[in-house]
């Protein structure tokens, strides 16, 4: 059940990003970076490859191209997550100015 509640936000995410125009902040990055650090590996990499799917949809050329870097980031953060404290509200705030 997390993981389809994980699931719809990334899709609500992807919803607001494309409406707003051009987005100042990747919302789609920044949730699987969050959720890559509080979940198990597979559910990082079933949420990469599922936004990677949404991002490719705006632009079919690129198709696959958003998918493999979208689960090389899931899996990435999900394998430096014990080297992060991700307890820490430091690490989102400093996650959210990078973005910029």
């Known amino acids: 059940m997390k993981i ?8 609500l ?3 607001i990003q494309t409406a707003i125009g051009r ?5 789609i990055v920044l949730a699987l970076v969050i959720f890559s650090l509080h979940d198990p590996v597979l559910y990082a990499l079933i949420l ?3 936004g990677g799917f949404l991002l490719g ?5 690129s198709f696959g191209i958003h998918i ?3 689960t090389t980031i899931a ?3 999900s394998m430096i997550r014990r080297f992060i ?9 400093i996650l959210l100015l990078a973005l910029f």
């Open 23 to 27: 987005p100042q902040i990747d919302l």
């Open 57 to 61: 949809l705006l632009n079919p050329i």
């Open 68 to 70: 493999i870097i979208l």
């Open 48 to 50: 990469g490859i599922w």
């Open 13 to 15: 995410l992807f919803l």
């Open 85 to 93: 404290y991700k307890d820490k509200i430091y690490f989102l705030i």
């Open 4 to 11: 389809v509640i994980r699931l719809l936000i990334i899709y």
């Open 75 to 77: 899996f990435t953060s």
